[in-house]
């Protein structure tokens, strides 16, 4: 067992003692190579406070019941990413933290595992942030996202995509309010620049295809 490994255990070990379960506290390391350090029930399964070091490098230290994580615990991935947060079944359920190798944060609602579906805030390490409705990890609902060059969008979103209502503000200042469909206006909407000027027009996937502000002379009887 390296030093590492024992740092850890050890560490385990004194939490729980603290806390006045010394009696029940042991280490078991198990066939596929995992290595447990914590309590457990009458039947030998971890419930209670505990540490598993998995076989794979992955960690978790936090409550455990009947065999499963229940409750709050901490999973440290050996790829490098972390969650903190609440646990149910042996899953991920709840409120949680989840920090992504590549320096992501999302902070939230979990759903059956590692996917975000609930309200939420997603840091993005190169930058700007989203927060709002997330369904299987995308945003879906209502949101705001900020880019990291100032422009924002906040409205509607499907499936990762601006849908529906929204308002979008340029880094120039410029602003679109109106209709989305795939993440480019397509709809009614009014455009004003960076100017003040406001123009009403129909847009479909992303381009002007009627002016509103033109008025059209009747046809000759």
Known sequence: MNTKLSFV???TALFISQLGYAQKVRSMKYRNGNVYTGEFD???RQSGY???IYANGDIYEGHWVKGKQK???VYKYASGGRYEGNWDDGKIVGNGTFYYANGDVFKGVFTDGDNQTGRGTYTYAKGGKYEGDMVNGMPDGEGTR???NGATYSGQWKEGKMSGQGEYTYA???RYVGAWLNGKQHGEGAYTDSEGQTTHAIYENGKVVKDLDVVE???MP
């Open 50 to 52: 505990g540490t598993m």
């Open 146 to 148: 900020v880019w990291p």
């Open 217 to 219: 002379e009747p046809a």
């Open 71 to 73: 409750g709050e615990g």
């Open 9 to 11: 255990l050890l560490l």
């Open 172 to 174: 120039s200042g410029a």
């Open 42 to 44: 009458e039947r030998t």
